[in-house]
């Protein structure tokens, strides 16, 4: 059995729709996937594929994504492409959506959408929108039936609370410790939506997780501190033989270091890193007694937690494409980037001029910052010299996105070792 | 690193000429890498046998040498130029190949001059399979199961274990060259015989068959950093089968997720790591299996490519540029993006539109040939289009395409065309709309095709409802490499239908002038109409005012983003050129002159639109076009024209053909390159030639009486309505009835005295002034029995501008283009000696190029329907030299002494080829001659092997060839028709590259050239000049010529020129 295909035989029924920016900017299109209206910040990402990755990544939690590529949904979906149990982002803006399913199987992609109460639009002049995110910046919005007027969409736009100053990882972490064995028991997890718990499978994970951290088992063993993270993290970890167990960011770190972890993993999440004073908290805590190593929003908290500032980006970084250098090596890396925040160098400067590592005494010790943004030299990493603890704003861990900076995982594992060795 | 400061003058080959699989893209890419190093300030020697190109303007280099690329010709310039470091990668397969030769030689180190691009070792790594086998291996690739073989006896045994069919691929050979797909073993001993033949080093590849699988294609960067990058990902719509160059093609890929493309790009950049190309662009194609997400590495090419080229035009991202740079140790994030300004080259761009690229196929014009479309590149040109949907770019690329004939499927049951796209070929696509139109469904397509079911959806939708690709207002976006992420600043644009009609044109600040391009590469309108439209667009510019150009052909230099002021990637349609017109509000005036039969189409819908056209004039045009006011206008001038007589019927033309007798020329009207003319000597044969062509259906037919065995003239000229300036006169080497874009020709004329010049220089002059011609004007003349015949002019430029403009070191196009925006020919300070003729010092000649090779089937004989796909020049003191330079140049050198020639002429030639014969006995040429001409040469009492006719059996001439016994060929025609002995000689000769001259006059430039080269000694390593001393010398040692004059000229040739030396 095939899904019907819209842009085959949809015509007679065409759902108008628009969306609206709280500048009053308006972008015309046709509803096509649930019949729903959702508000939130309205961003742009220029990959050109990895929708259904986007979708599904927490750090798009309070986000409705208008893709630059036209053509979204033409390979399907896949269970093997989730990021997290269920879609985070609240709609998709999109300039010829296609419903095909895949060539394994999966559903299709507004079928998908739709399926998950997903309000999305086609046939939006997705260009002209991002010409004017670019120019007026990133801002709350909605997607909204053409049965709506403008006026009561404004109202429910107002009604959102805007990015900055909000904390997101709250709703996307865990609630409780999570541990995590193997490949198959993420995959499981993943499939149960997250709420399987329960189950004996996980039970098993679990033992056997709390069984590596007595000293048994092949590979180390690595703490993440979930404020969002992705499944590409897990899953890349986990298939280097690493064991996880994911904690609510607002774990207390003594409860963390109990369980024997070898390394601590700051994961990615969405939001205003500066509204997430919890975690930066935890995070100093930890320095020093833990080898810890951040990603996206993992890197913001940690470099807040040696007493750096973040801002909030005018229209933030989200694609596949951006040039980063490790100042240390000199090589460039294509990343995969999504974040509306970044960290400012001391002294309120948004951008690293120099091509070399920038030294700082901090709170916590000497600290460098180690990585650039080669398209608007943001900051895209740290390393702190006096205890083994190091970030990166970019996601080395892919998806969607190229698989430059997987090494960073290698290096990772190695903190663990070495700490495990230590600890021995 | 910044760039190296050890080197200082770097030696560039081109691609020579153009032929099927090679063609335009590679003067993209030279002409970019020479100005880039140039403007680095390193000293920039070019060779490349091709005067029609960009590249080899005089501007562009510091020494160009349109020289054969030989090793011979190659090693000369470099004893006299010791550059320090060769650039192979732009030049294309004929480049590296050459390289590759040189380097093995040890010239290279012998003279210290290093491979800077591609080391010879990552050369041989990606070119020799067994090699690039063994690398892939070692980087835990996969390939498609595969052996190599050097006999034929071996294949068939490793058929055996491989499995048919399989994919046959002769090494080291352009385009696929002679490969082929077998489907069993008689097949497979075919192409496996035609594939050992044609590989230089005899060997060939016989690969697992991925038919059907995706083809995908990643253009890949690396620096000397090790930083490397995918700029573009380009998918066949055509699955596994058809060349890639013959393919529709999109950019970005479409159909993979973003996992199992990511497998792709790692792939591929492990792929340029492991062939060791340290710094610049490859290409890298897979084959995908889609159900099983395998992935197969098919082959690399550590160079630019036609591929890149495509790449560069759909991203944005100049890859030839970026690749130069790299080549002389900057890395990409020292680079800037061109397009943004603010950021560096080390990124990957990002799209928000489709790339299409439709192949363009010229098979009406080679009867026989095969038509089916395989691993072996057919196609003549290509077209891309841009849209924000895949419906939009591909509705855009079919318009492009500008078919003189567009299928006519609509008489074709539906079972006929569900049979016809399960085979590939040139006109599938039309067939799957059409089926599509009838209410065919996705899935029978794609069980007949494996296209991919997401492009036949597309497609179907296309089909279906037109309209709804195009919903909107048409308007204008930028190709900015990032997605509108940041403000682009470079003016490159493509149309597309949209909800906002949001255009992102910046106005023009000055007056503005906008260029027609000449659309597709195809027989008849090439390289050379791309030259003068660059020409024009810089002129333009020098003059102060913008220019602009419409254009959507992705293998030229027109289309590069840096020859315009903005360029707008469009269809050469009425409708798509009046929109963007419509939004060039200062606009001073149109262009249609340059860009061949393609803009000249759509002047007079242009006019009538109120569009000012610049130069010559609608009625101009009409007067010259127009056979009976054109003949009324020679008689008013009191010149002869051959008789003529037009018709509308098949019974008009056979009456009417009495009265201009015969032999005559027959053809439709308004024909490029000679489109569907023959040469016809009987009532009989008219009859025939009307029935098969359709003649009723293209409107009038022109008869036209054929001067046999006159001499052609072509002049090229320039009139600002009062005055005319003749740049060249050219005299052919074959007689008229070889198409003059497939003849070879010499400028000045070797055989016209001066009075006959002086009466061709009035007779222009006159014609000129009579037409009121406002720029270029080409006239053919055909001298007969002592007299000057006028056979045609045309208002616009020639074919063979560019070979005019650098036999006489003026840039003609430049010249006329500053006559078109109201300069007077008298301000231009050309030259008033020896107007037509050159400086004198040197002669030049220019030989057609036939793709005959490419094409099995098709026959190799020279008639009136050009065929030609490009041009070489030879340049020598004399003629002869410069004739055996031009053969050498177009890839079938001239034997030596001592070599065996095969003759075979009519009775007409019998008497003159006796003495030809004679010419070569006397070098100690072995003689094979067919029974008749047998006879003629022993009257001369010269020995004679005697052939027998293929038909009456053995010794004939086709064993000879099969087993290397002939070196050269002089086969005048006895009447075409498949399976000829003519045909099969011809066949042969091309097959095994030997020359092969089928009309007795070049047969006899050939001896002369032969005997030359004797007398001079071949042990001498031939002689070379460039253009800059050829040009330099003749401005001192003209008379007249005066320092004001040299500045003026200069002038002329723009900033862009160097200073004299």
Redo the contacts between chains.
């Keep these: 059995m095939r899904a019907a295909?819209p842009?085959?035989d949809q015509?007679p029924s065409e759902q108008h729709g628009y969306v609206l920016l709280e500048d009053g900017a308006r972008?015309?299109?046709i509803a096509c996937a649930a019949p729903a209206e959702a508000v939130g910040e309205v961003v742009f990402t220029?990959?050109?594929?990895?929708y259904q990755?986007s979708f599904s990544d927490p750090s798009f939690a309070g986000q409705l994504i208008a893709f630059?590529?036209?053509?979204i949904g033409?390979?399907g979906t896949?269970a093997?492409?989730m990021e997290s149990t269920r879609p985070w982002a609240r709609g998709a803006i999109m300039?010829?959506a296609?419903n095909?399913p895949?060539?394994?199987g999966g559903e299709g992609w507004l079928d998908w959408l739709r399926s998950r109460g997903i309000p999305a639009l086609t046939?939006?002049?997705?260009?002209?929108l991002?010409?004017h995110i670019?120019s007026a910046g990133a801002m709350r919005g909605g997607i909204f039936s053409a049965a709506t007027s403008e006026q009561r969409a404004q109202e429910l736009i107002a009604a959102e609370p805007p990015m900055s100053g909000r904390n997101l990882a709250t709703e996307v972490c865990v609630s409780e410790p999570l541990p995590i064995a193997d490949l198959a028991a993420l995959e499981a997890h993943l499939c149960a939506g997250g709420a399987s718990r329960e189950r004996r499978g996980e039970e098993v994970s679990d033992e056997r997780v709390r069984a590596r951290a007595r000293g048994g088992g092949e590979g180390p063993l690595i703490a993440v501190l979930d404020t969002g993270v992705k499944a590409s993290i897990l899953r890349t970890l986990l298939a280097a033989g690493a064991s996880l167990i994911l904690y609510p960011y607002s774990t207390p770190a003594e409860e963390i270091l109990a369980d024997g972890a070898e390394a601590l993993l700051l994961a990615n999440g969405p939001g205003d890193p500066g509204a997430v004073p919890e975690a930066v908290e935890r995070i100093r805590a930890l320095i020093g007694r833990i080898p810890l190593f951040g990603i996206c929003l993992g890197h913001q908290l940690l470099c807040r937690a040696i007493g750096l500032e973040t801002f909030k980006l005018p229209f933030g970084h989200r694609?596949?494409?951006?040039?980063v250098?490790d100042l240390r090596s000199?090589?460039?890396a294509?990343t995969s980037q999504n974040h509306g925040f970044a960290v400012l160098a001391c002294a309120g400067a948004e951008r690293l001029e120099r091509d070399e590592p920038l030294e700082l005494q901090t709170e916590l010790g000497a600290a460098r910052l180690t990585h650039v943004n080669?398209?608007d030299r943001t900051i895209e990493g740290v390393e702190l010299l006096d205890a083994p603890a190091a970030a990166v704003q970019y996601h080395p861990e892919?998806?969607?996105?190229?698989?430059d900076s997987l090494y960073i995982f290698e290096e990772i594992l190695a903190l663990a070792e070495g700490s495990r060795k230590d600890a021995r | 690193m910044p760039r190296r400061r050890d080197l200082r003058k770097i030696l560039i080959l081109g691609s020579g000429l153009i032929v099927i699989g090679q063609a335009a893209e590679f003067d993209y890419s030279g002409a970019q890498a020479c100005r880039v190093l140039r403007s680095e300030g390193y000293e920039v020697v070019l060779v490349n046998s091709n005067p029609a190109t960009i590249m080899t303007d005089p501007e562009l280099a510091d020494r160009t040498y349109i020289e054969p690329l030989t090793a011979d010709a190659v090693a000369a310039v470099i004893e006299r130029e010791r550059p320090d470091a060769l650039l192979p990668t732009l030049g294309g397969q004929t480049a590296l190949n050459l390289a590759k030769e040189l380097a093995e030689s040890g010239l290279l180190d012998q003279r210290s001059v290093e491979l800077i691009g591609a080391r010879l070792d990552a050369i041989a790594t990606a070119e020799d399979r067994e090699l690039f086998r063994e690398a892939m291996a070692r980087a835990g690739l996969a390939m498609p199961r595969s052996a190599v073989v050097s006999t034929l006896a071996q294949a068939l045994a490793e058929a055996e274990g491989l499995g048919l069919p399989l994919i046959v691929r002769p090494a080291f050979t352009l385009g696929g060259r002679g490969g082929g797909i077998a489907r069993d073993r008689d097949e497979l001993a075919e192409i496996v015989a035609h594939g050992l033949e044609v590989s230089p080093i005899s060997q060939v590849l016989l690969d697992q068959s991925v038919l059907g699988w995706g083809e995908f294609e990643l253009e890949v960067m690396r620096d000397a950093?090790?930083?490397a990058?995918v700029v573009c990902s380009i998918e066949n719509v055509d699955p596994m089968g058809v060349h890639t160059g013959d393919s529709v093609t999109v950019a970005?890929?479409?159909?993979?997720?973003?996992?199992l493309?990511?497998r792709l790009?790692?792939q591929a950049l492990a792929v340029i790591r492991a062939v060791g190309v340290e710094t610049g662009g490859s290409n890298v194609q897979f084959a995908v299996n889609?159900?099983s997400e395998e992935i197969l590495v098919i082959e690399m090419n550590p160079r630019v490519s036609r591929s890149s080229a495509l790449a560069s035009k759909a991203t944005g991202f100049p890859i030839a540029k970026i690749a130069a740079r790299l080549a002389v140790g900057y890395t990409?994030?020292e680079i800037p993006n061109d397009i943004t300004g603010v950021?560096?080259a080390?990124?990957?761009?990002?799209?928000?539109?489709?790339v299409v690229k439709f192949p363009r196929f010229a098979f009406e014009k080679f009867p026989g040939a095969d038509e089916r479309l395989s691993t072996h590149m057919k196609s003549v040109g290509e077209v891309m289009a841009i849209g924000?949907?895949?419906a939009q770019a591909f509705a855009k690329a079919l318009r492009s395409r500008e078919l003189d004939r567009v299928a006519d499927l609509s008489e074709r049951s539906t079972e006929q065309l569900l049979g016809a796209i399960a085979v590939p070929h040139a006109e599938r696509y039309d067939a799957i709309l059409e089926l599509f139109r009838r209410g065919a469904d996705c899935a029978e397509v794609a069980q007949r095709t494996a296209i991919n079911?997401?492009f036949l959806?597309?497609l179907?939708?296309l089909a279906r409802?037109p309209r709804?690709a195009q919903?909107?207002a048409r308007c204008y976006?930028s190709v900015d490499t990032?997605?509108?992420?940041?403000?682009a600043r470079t003016p490159y644009y493509y149309s597309c239908f949209?909800?906002?009609a949001?255009d992102e044109i910046i106005p023009a600040e000055r007056s503005t002038v906008v260029v027609l391009g000449a659309g597709p590469n195809r027989i008849g309108q090439g390289i050379e109409f791309d030259y003068c439209c660059v020409h024009a667009a810089l002129t333009v510019r020098e003059c102060g005012r913008e220019a602009v150009m419409i254009n959507c052909n992705p293998e030229t230099v027109s289309t590069d983003y840096d020859t315009s002021d903005r360029l707008y990637f469009e269809p050469l349609t009425l409708e798509d050129v009046l929109a963007v017109i419509e939004r060039e509000r200062r606009l001073e005036g149109v262009i249609v002159q340059f860009g061949g039969q393609t803009p000249l189409r759509l002047a007079a819908g242009l006019d009538a639109a109120g569009v000012p056209l610049l130069g010559t004039g609608v009625e101009a045009i009409d007067l010259a076009e127009d056979r009976s006011r054109f003949s009324a206008l020679l008689g008013e001038l009191g010149y002869k024209a051959p008789a003529y007589a037009s018709a509308s019927s098949i019974e008009e033309a056979l009456e009417r053909a009495q009265a201009v007798g015969f032999p005559l020329i027959v053809r439709p009207s308004y024909v490029l390159g000679g489109r569907a003319m023959e040469i016809v000597y009987t009532p009989e044969q008219l009859a025939g030639y009307l029935r098969r062509e359709g003649a009723d259906r293209s409107g009038r037919i022109y008869l036209d009486r054929f001067l046999e065995r006159a001499i052609e003239v072509d002049v090229d000229a320039l009139c600002d309505r009062e005055q005319t300036w003749i740049g060249g006169i050219m005299q052919h080497v074959e007689e008229a009835g070889v198409h003059s874009g497939d003849s070879a020709c010499v400028l000045p004329p070797h055989s016209l005295d001066e009075g006959m010049i002086e009466q061709i220089r009035s007779a222009t002059r006159a014609i000129a002034r009579g037409l009121g011609v406002v720029g270029l004007l080409n006239v053919q003349y055909a001298v007969h029995d002592g007299e000057l015949h006028v056979i045609e002019a045309n208002p616009r430029a020639s074919r063979t501008v560019p070979f005019v403009s650098k036999a006489i070191g003026i840039p003609l196009a430049k010249a006329a283009c500053r006559v078109m925006l109201g300069e007077r020919i008298a301000e231009l300070g050309l030259p008033t000696e020896r107007e037509g003729l050159g400086g004198g010092s040197h002669v030049f000649v220019k030989e057609a190029v036939l793709p005959f090779d490419r094409l099995q089937g098709s026959d190799s004989l020279l008639g009136p329907e050009m065929r030609s796909t490009g041009e070489v020049m030879g340049i020598a003191r004399d003629f002869p030299s410069a004739f055996a330079k031009a053969q050498a140049g177009a890839g079938v050198p001239l034997p030596g002494p001592g070599a065996a020639a095969f003759i075979s002429v009519t009775d007409a030639d019998k008497e003159a080829a006796g003495a030809l014969a004679q010419s070569l006995h006397d070098l100690g040429f072995k003689l094979l001659a067919t029974r008749g001409t047998a006879a003629a040469i022993a009257r001369m009492g010269v020995p004679v092997t005697r052939l027998q006719k293929i038909a009456e059996g053995t010794p004939n001439v086709l064993e000879c060839v099969e087993r290397g016994e002939v070196s050269l060929i002089i086969n005048t025609p006895s009447g075409s028709g498949a399976r000829s002995d003519g045909w099969e000689i011809r066949r042969a000769a091309v097959a095994h590259g030997i020359p092969c001259l089928t009309t007795l006059p070049a047969a006899a430039s050939a001896v002369r050239a032969i005997v030359s080269a004797c007398v001079s000694g071949r042990e001498r390593a031939p002689e070379v000049v460039s253009l800059q001393e050829l040009h330099a010398d003749e401005g001192r040692c003209a008379p007249g010529s005066s320092q004001a004059h040299a500045q003026e000229r200069s002038a002329l040739l723009g900033s862009g020129s160097p200073p004299a030396h």
């Design positions: 295909r842009h085959e015509q972008f015309d299109g220029t990959t050109m594929s990895g990755e630059t590529y036209p053509h033409n390979y896949a093997g492409a300039r010829a296609r095909l895949a060539a394994q046939d939006v002049d997705t260009r002209a991002v010409r670019r694609g596949a494409n951006h040039p250098k000199g090589r460039i294509i080669l398209y892919a998806g969607p996105g190229p698989h | 950093n090790d930083n990058l970005p890929q479409q159909t993979l997720s973003d996992r493309y990511q790009r790692d889609p159900a990409l994030e950021t560096p080390s990124f990957e761009p990002a799209l928000d539109y489709v924000r949907t895949f079911e997401w959806g597309e179907r939708m409802d709804r919903r909107g976006r990032c997605a509108a992420e940041f403000p949209e909800q906002r949001e």
